[in-house]
């Protein structure tokens, strides 16, 4: 069974920076793109980041220059850096493959950006 495991959000002011993780087997993230996705109250869940195995990245332009997806083969992780967090940053973020595959939704992290 296929486990994504995202992890790391959290309350921070806006300005302020947070990092999530996506941990999966290795195998798993050499053989599959994998984004990131965030799903803010009352919206459809959009991408916002996603890296192929090749390493090939792709942002969407709402967080364009704020945030940085990598992978950590050490870690067998897929990590997304967000910084200078706006107060429409705040969602519920969600790990999966790109295209994304329904049995691959997790519970996500919240991140809330408030003063």
């Known amino acids: 069974q296929v486990q994504l495991m995202g992890s790391g959000g959290g309350l921070v002011q806006p300005g302020g920076s947070l990092r999530l993780s996506c941990a999966a087997t290795?195998?798993?993230?050499?053989?599959?793109?994998i984004g990131w996705y965030r799903q803010a109250p009352g919206k459809q869940r959009e991408l916002v980041a996603a890296?192929?195995?090749?390493?090939?990245?792709d942002y969407s332009g709402s967080v364009q220059g704020r945030f940085t997806i990598s992978r950590d083969d050490a870690k067998s992780t897929v990590d997304l850096q967000m910084n200078n967090l706006q107060p429409e940053d705040t969602a519920v973020y969600y790990c999966?493959?790109?295209?994304?595959?329904?049995?691959?939704w997790g519970q996500g992290t919240q991140v809330t950006v408030s003063s």
């Open positions: 999966n493959t790109r295209p994304s595959v329904n049995d691959y």
């Open positions: 290795r195998i798993f993230l050499d053989t599959n793109a």
């Open positions: 890296i192929t195995s090749g390493g090939r990245i």
